[in-house]
């Protein structure tokens, strides 16, 4: 199958074109890609201008909204100030760590502080979440930090107060994070939210402390790009890893039958070395040894990890190329980009829908 017709159309045709690939268990969609870094606005600032997105929100997680906070199944006083826009159906977030510990340190300290996608929001498809948690638990991916949400939200004008903390116990918001980025090159997100309350509700609920840019525009909004975006959707992930066995085996544990490993014949993916294809919901997920081209250069200058991004675009390859150049985009091929404010390379699949 080409490239192109992996990354393209509705997300249920996305899922029967990946039927033959195999599947995370117990997981939907990879809707949330999320970078941490030491400098919130910074890097907030330069994802907006290489990708012409419209606005991030940016909210404070701390006390008292954020509680029963864990880091490694002890009390720990973790908190952190986050961005979020949309970018098409995957939510693109931006984390600084501010107190206690976290994995989102964790992470920094191991790039000495330089920014990256340190984890990945996973859909629950058909599984609670406390049999979520036992399946990572039985494969080694315990969660290393949890904690609880319950803050004050706003829909237009209406007034969502927080709940009272003896209901919050039970029914605020629970998320968590395992620590997999030695196994799986990529830490993993999960959450439950209260009934009848989806991630983009919650989100969209969440009262911000302040917009970015803050151009006064009396109504912001992260939800909808603008026409002028040449980017629309992002629909696949690039994991490159100097061991393919080791990190397809770690995946292995998630699936429903063994992650095979096949040789890259350079249609899906630039350059040469062993890949593996993973179904994440409609998301295909790519494991890639690169031994040679620019995969193998983002290798060696940034280390292991999520490094490419597949973005859909509502233009044909010449427009969307001139579209992304004006934004400060270099290709060193004709499909693949890179921009210096933002930690990944961008693997381009031209002409989707909007």
């Given at each position: ?220 909004d992260f939800e909808t790009l ?12 690039v994991v490159v890893a100097r ?96 921009h210096p404010d933002v930690p ?11």
């Open positions: 199958m080409s490239s192109h017709g992996l990354f393209s159309h509705s997300h249920r045709q996305r899922r029967e074109q990946l039927a033959d690939r195999p599947r995370l268990v117990g997981f939907g969609d990879i809707t949330q890609l999320s970078v941490i870094t030491r400098d919130l606005e910074g890097t907030t600032a330069g994802l907006a201008r290489a990708l012409g997105v419209g606005h991030f929100k940016i909210a404070s997680l701390d006390e008292p909204a954020l509680f029963n906070r864990t880091y490694r199944s002890e009390p720990s006083p973790w908190s952190a100030r986050a961005a979020i826009t949309w970018v098409g159906q995957t939510q693109l977030e931006v984390i600084q760590p501010v107190g206690g510990r976290s994995v989102f340190d964790d992470f920094l300290r191991r790039r000495a502080d330089r920014h990256g996608v340190q984890h990945v929001y996973l859909e629950l498809d058909g599984a609670s979440y406390e049999a979520t948690l036992d399946r990572l638990s039985d494969a080694g991916y315990p969660l290393a930090q949890h904690a609880q949400m319950n803050a004050a939200g706003k829909l237009g004008i209406l007034p969502m107060p927080a709940l009272p903390r003896c209901m919050a116990e039970k029914h605020a918001t629970r998320f968590g994070y395992t620590s997999t980025c030695e196994p799986l090159k990529v830490d993993l997100e999960v959450a439950q939210f209260p009934p009848g309350v989806s991630q983009r509700l919650a989100l969209r609920a969440m009262i911000p402390e302040r917009w970015m840019p803050d151009d006064g525009a009396s109504r912001p603008p026409k002028s975006a040449p980017v629309i959707d992002l629909d696949g992930l061991d393919i066995e080791q990190v397809a085996a770690a995946y292995g544990k998630l699936t429903d039958r063994p992650v095979q490993i096949e040789a890259n014949d350079g249609e899906l993916l630039p350059g040469s070395g062993p890949i593996a294809q993973i179904a994440a919901g409609s998301l295909l997920l790519v494991l890639a040894q690169p031994t040679g081209g620019p995969l193998a250069a983002r290798l060696s200058e940034h280390g292991e990890g999520i490094q490419v991004v597949r973005a859909r675009t509502g233009a044909g390859l010449a427009e969307a190329r001139e579209a992304l150049s004006a934004l400060g985009w270099s290709f060193s091929l004709p499909n693949l980009a890179d990944f390379a961008l693997w381009i699949s031209p002409r989707g829908p909007r």
